[in-house]
């Protein structure tokens, strides 16, 4: 009959036969030099197979194997409130949270060509109404960009200007 009983330094459970009792052994585990007691510490619940509810199975290399002959008796742990978390999400600054809390962040393109009415240039006062509704505190970035379109009137390729405004809103 075998010894069951947990190594004292990793709690591996290990079972020797009962003819190791009181020697010392290698833990398989932690390698640690252990003695094994007189007696179980753990009772020794193993099913015994009926010949008629035994499923035959070829033999296989990996069950006639060493490794296969060697039993591990390894313990899940068990907790009563969730484990510890191990990969946590950065908290945003308190800048940030502050200045945009809730709010998507937007762009908008003011193009100069769109803003030219019958010969007057209206991209100053179309621009400054734009970021006045917006407010300065949800603006995160202003970039200057330039483009080409093709003019109906002239079928010319031409150049022009805007801007690109990010913001939150």
Do not use: W
């Not at 330094?9 to 290990?14: G, K, S």
């Not at 190791?20 to 585990?29: F, R, V």
């Not at 510490?41 to 197979?49: E, L, Q």
């Not at 400054?128 to 300065?136: A, C, I, R």
């Amino acid at each position: 009959m075998d010894i069951v009983f947990d190594c004292p330094n990793c709690e591996q459970e290990l079972a020797v036969d009962s003819s190791g009792a009181g020697s010392e052994i290698e833990c398989p585990s932690c390698h640690e030099t252990i003695t094994i007691p007189a007696q179980s510490t753990k009772a020794v619940i193993a099913p015994v197979p009926t010949e008629e509810h035994a499923p035959r199975l070829a033999p296989s290399t990996i069950a006639s194997s060493a490794a296969a002959k060697v039993e591990m008796h390894l313990k899940v742990p068990m907790r009563d409130k969730p484990g510890e978390t191990l990969i946590v999400k950065a908290k945003p600054p308190l800048e940030s949270v502050v200045r945009g809390a809730g709010k998507r962040i937007l762009t908008h393109t003011i193009k100069h060509g769109a803003c030219v009415e019958s010969g007057h240039d209206k991209f100053d006062e179309v621009t400054t109404k734009f970021l006045n509704g917006v407010g300065e505190q949800n603006i995160i970035a202003i970039h200057t960009i330039s483009y080409s379109f093709v003019d109906i009137g002239s079928q010319k390729l031409l150049n022009d200007y805007g801007m690109l405004v990010i913001y939150r809103g």
